[in-house]
């Protein structure tokens, strides 16, 4: 028959893990957020760039028509 300190050390051992696995699934899911956040601002740089491309594609093509019509 266990005697009252392995108990007691039984408690606190399932205490500390119980902690470990709250603590680590947190963290978990603080770096799932993070990768969400992350690729979040990856796809917005993606579609500035894209429109800055595609405005100064319109911009040159815009350019070069106007001066085809002025000559």
């Given at each position: ?58 911009k040159k093509y815009t350019d ?8």
């Open positions: 028959m266990p005697n009252g300190n392995t108990v007691k050390h039984g408690w606190i051992l399932l205490l500390f893990v119980s902690l470990y696995i709250t603590k680590r699934s947190e963290a978990v899911l603080q770096w799932g957020e993070k990768k969400k956040y992350q690729k979040n601002v990856e796809r917005n740089v993606l579609n500035v760039i894209d429109y800055l491309y595609n405005y100064t594609k319109i070069f028509l106007s001066n085809i019509i002025d000559v």
